[in-house]
T-cell receptor
Framework: KAGVTQTPRYLIKTRGQQVTLSCSPI?????VSWYQQTPGQGLQFLFE???????NKGNFPGRFSGRQFSNSRSEMNVSTLELGDSALYLC?????????????FGPGTRLLVL | TQLLEQSPQFLSIQEGENLTVYCNSS?????LQWYRQEPGEGPVLLVT?????EVKKLKRLTFQFGDARKDSSLHITAAQPGDTGLYLC??????????FGKGTSLLVTP
């Protein structure tokens, strides 16, 4: 089975712009979670989608949003980018929703905001 | 909110040495997962521990879940350069998202 794929792998944007990141889960997985990883804060949970519904949301401002499509692929969008949004954005898929489920991570999208 | 404290933050050792990484919290978890992340890649699950006091062995890696299910440790015997990476613990609680520690960055030199 193919693993979790994320596109693009690298992205450079300027402050004020917006960005959309894409995640394709493992075939058959219906849950997709998004995380932001920075050296200072570590891995922080953004949100989880299961069967096109947002199941859980982390403590991030409304500039961060996401969605999931009927084929389980997910996108996250960040509007009005700030310098502090520079990070590695990881998505993870699992068969079911819930923190106890085994999560399979993609390689991440590294976003640099200038 | 980060509920899990990992220590040490950084560890640099020579091949063949033993080491222990700790993951502590004041919160109780229903299970605890350990991941390893290598540069340029996403974290990969090593093990999940579920029962208080549980010990799991994966070749040279030994994982222990505290009796009260608030803490865990990872012990590596005879470390090898291939063990180099960022070790992350993550706690699961019903109704909440998986909560990650900040990780322990391990470097094993030949």
């Amino acid at each position: 089975k193919a693993g979790v794929t994320q596109t693009p792998r690298y992205l450079i944007k300027t402050r004020g712009q917006q960005v959309t990141l894409s995640c394709s889960p493992i075939s058959g997985h219906r849950s997709v979670s998004w995380y932001q990883q920075t050296p200072g804060q570590g891995l922080q949970f953004l949100f989880e989608y299961f069967s096109e519904t947002q199941r859980n949301k982390g403590n991030f401002p409304g500039r961060f949003s996401g969605r999931q499509f009927s084929n389980s692929r997910s996108e996250m969008n960040v509007s009005t980018l700030e310098l502090g949004d520079s990070a590695l954005y990881l998505c993870a898929s699992s068969t079911q929703s819930g923190a106890g489920e085994t999560q399979y991570f993609g390689p991440g999208t590294r976003l640099l905001v200038l | 909110t980060q509920l899990l404290e990992q220590s040490p933050q950084f560890l640099s050792i020579q091949e063949g040495e033993n080491l222990t990484v700790y993951c502590n919290s004041s919160s109780v978890f229903s299970s605890l997962q350990w991941y390893r992340q290598e540069p340029g890649e996403g974290p990969v699950l090593l093990v999940t521990v579920v029962t208080g006091g549980e010990v799991k062995k994966l070749k040279r890696l030994t994982f222990q879940f505290g009796d009260a299910r608030k803490d865990s440790s990872l012990h590596i015997t005879a470390a090898q350069p291939g063990d180099t990476g960022l070790y992350l613990c993550a706690g699961a609680r019903p109704g909440y998202a998986l909560n990650f520690g900040k990780g322990t960055s391990l470097l094993v030199t030949p």
